[in-house]
């Protein structure tokens, strides 16, 4: 669920960096990718309704990246959001296993270092900042 998209949840595909992008090219020659910033994008074409785009990097034995994914596969169901100006830390609705834990307790875990590394992150790399989708809760 995580690495195949719709139409609707096209702008969840994660940003790669110059390396990742290509390792995902040597695995996958037919990715297109399309510069944002400093990163790349996936560009999945036009999607019609019903269409699944999966990610290049995704083989049947998982993501071929390993511990190099992407920032925003490594976070996931986390995102870091920009919520009328300010950043938070929101998690998917669509990830029932940890979007159904006490949000106390991610709110704690997050505390924990991870926040920090996130908020470090995203301010390097302003790009990984999605704009808040109400599909996500706000967790710090
Ligand atoms: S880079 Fe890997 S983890 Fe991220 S969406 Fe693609 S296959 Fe999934």
């Not at 999945?44 to 994914?69: V, W, Y």
């Not at 100006?85 to 159904?100: P, Y």
Request: charged share 25%; with cysteine; glycine share 6%.
């Amino acid at each position: 669920m995580c690495c195949i998209f719709d139409r609707y949840d096209i702008w969840e595909t994660p940003l790669f960096d110059e390396d990742t992008r290509n390792k995902v090219l040597e695995f996958n020659s037919g990715a297109v990718f399309a510069k944002v910033g400093n990163k790349y994008m996936l560009n999945a074409g036009e999607l019609a309704e019903g269409d699944l785009f999966t990610c290049p990097a995704l083989t049947e034995n998982g993501c071929i990246l390993g511990d190099s994914k992407p920032f925003d596969c490594r976070i996931y169901p986390f995102r870091v959001m920009d919520k009328d100006g300010q950043r938070v830390i929101a998690v998917s609705t669509l990830c029932k296993d940890v979007h159904g834990q006490n949000h106390d307790k991610l709110r704690k875990y997050l505390k924990n270092g991870l926040a920090e590394k996130i908020f470090a992150y995203a301010d390097a790399n302003p790009d990984v900042v999605k704009p808040y989708y109400d599909n996500y809760t706000v967790i710090l």
